[in-house]
Every structure is written in C-alpha cells, then in structure tokens.
C-alpha cells in the first residue's frame, strides 16, 4: 500500500510538471463574472459579496490573494440589492469600479440599473464616494428615463470617454426580456453625457435558440490599433453560454453600429467545460502573453453555481484574437510568464 501510494504521489507530480515548468490546473477558484484590471505589475481583482463589493491584490493571475470588502450596499435605495459584476478600473490618479444594483432583492430582476464609485484617495483599498446610478435611456433631459442596464464598462477612444453596456429596449416587469448592446459618450469616467445607441442585438442562428436571447459582459480588448468588443450570450444560466465579437471597423465613428462587424462564436464551451461567457483580460507578468479568464457552470443543470477559469490566447493572422477551445479541469498549464 506504500508503494501504491508513493506512486500515486510521483503521477501526481508529474501532472503537475511540463517540462520542468511551474503550472497549475483550472478551475482556479469559485465565483462569477471574473474581472481583472493590471496596475504597476500588479493585478487588482473585483468582485461581489455579502451585499457589497471586494478589492483584492495580487502579483499573480493563478491566485488573487485576499478580497477585502471596500463597499457595503445602502439599506435602501436604487443600488440596496442584486449587485452584480464589479470592475475597477484606475483613471487619472482614482479607483472606479462600475456596478449593477437593483432596488429590490432576488427576481424578477425588473429593477437593474449601472452606478459608479470612485475612491477618495489613489487607494483601492480606501473610501470610496458613491457618484450614483449612470444615465441609460432615451431622453438625457429625464433623469428618471433611465432604462434597465447591466455589466457597464468604460472605454476611452482616442480622447473621448464612451460607456458600454447591455440593456432592454424598454423597462417590463418581467425579467424574461431580450438584452442588447448599448454605447453613450461620457463627459468623464462618471457621468454619461448622451443617450444611448443600440449596438447590436441578438440575431445570429449562435446567439438564439434558448428560451431568452440576450447579449450581455461586454468587454474591451485593444491591439494593434484594433478595437473588440468581446461579449457573452446565450443564457449565463444555461451550459450553451458563450462569447461573441464586434470589430470597429478602422477609422470608423463607434458611435454608429454599422462601425462595428460582428463575428461568433469566438469562444464557448465544450461536454467537460459547460457554459463558457463574462470574461475579461490581462497581460502576463512580463508582458509577453495574452490570457484570458472567465466563468463556467459546475453542471448541466440551470443555475449559477460557477467557477472561474484562465488561460492564454493568441491572435489570428488577421489580427483578431484567437481564444482556442476552454482547457477541461485537471490539464496542466504552465503558469503565466513571469509568474
């Protein structure tokens, strides 16, 4: 039985070795809707939890290190419940990490609406000021068209400051409701300052078939002069969740959806990885790999019980990224570069 288990302890080593190489194996931790956000070598984590928002620190992408909670939800309020996918962000010397709450907890998930903070010092572990819910509607003139927004992310282009988002056409009161893509101009990184225009909706064979066609985690990824807008779609709830693309088209106004082409899917999952969507993206330590983390479901059953999971990329001929397929659990992949 020793023998048997000292063999058990080499195969496990050598599973955990390529070629001398550190690694480590997916999933990396539980969780949602991973965000990452790269700062002087080091990578800030966002996250929700207990009703409010945690930061974490980290010189690694296979480990986040310690979530520390930097804001707690009001007891009332439009932003009181429901948070949903954090991302922080540093712009010019501050921490801001945009939110989706809601007025009311659980579903129907009727009253979803994007805010911001912003810290009060160059900290992401400090206070932070809440600058309140982002404008998402129709008519700017009408603070109280805001329309149902979710997973709002910032983009600034070449010296303008644009929102991305997903949302309805209208508010309903039912959550059973089609999600599309919208951009606006910002006059700084917490104030929309236009109304919205829809990007694009879900209407290709690979964004529809379930019971809620949807588009939704929008996240900007820049190369080369080229701009992508990587998104999920399908059901986040389902194992047939997905990532689609939009490539702005050069010299293009973004602000106008024929600026933008579509492509998909560009990333889903497969029998041993189900349900692969809400990513975002980092840069190896030494700066000479793309890799891409995001969640999966933990069964085939509808739910949310997910996990995160990472591995790198690389880019087509084209210039247009090539994710691969997702790596089942247990396959040993060579840590970040630099790592």
Known sequence: MRSSFISGVLLLFVSLSVLGQ???TNPVRDGADPWVFEKDGEYYYCASHGGGITVSKSTKLTDQGEMVQVWKSPESGWNSANIWAPEIHHIDGRWFIYYTGGSKPGSP???????????????????????????????IQDPHSVVWAIDLTPWHHRGQWYAIWSGWEENRDTDKTEQHLYIAEMSNPYTISSNRVKLTSPVEAWETGGPLDLIEGPQMLERN????????????WLKEYRLGQLILRDGSDPLLPESWEKKGPVFMGTNEVLGAGHCS?????????????YHSKKTEQPGWDRDIRL??????PDGSPNFGTPLPAGVAIPVPSGE
């Open 109 to 139: 998930f009727i009253h979803q609406r994007s805010g911001v903070l912003r810290s009060t010092t160059d900290d992401a572990f400090g206070s932070y000021e809440d600058m309140g819910m982002l404008y998402t509607g129709d008519n």
């Open 225 to 236: 002069g080229k701009t992508f807008i990587i998104y999920s779609t399908r059901e986040s």
């Open 22 to 24: 550190e690694v480590f």
């Open 281 to 293: 993206f980092a840069k190896s330590p030494d700066g000479t790999e793309d890799w891409i983390l």
């Open 311 to 316: 591995q790198p990329f690389t880019w087509y």
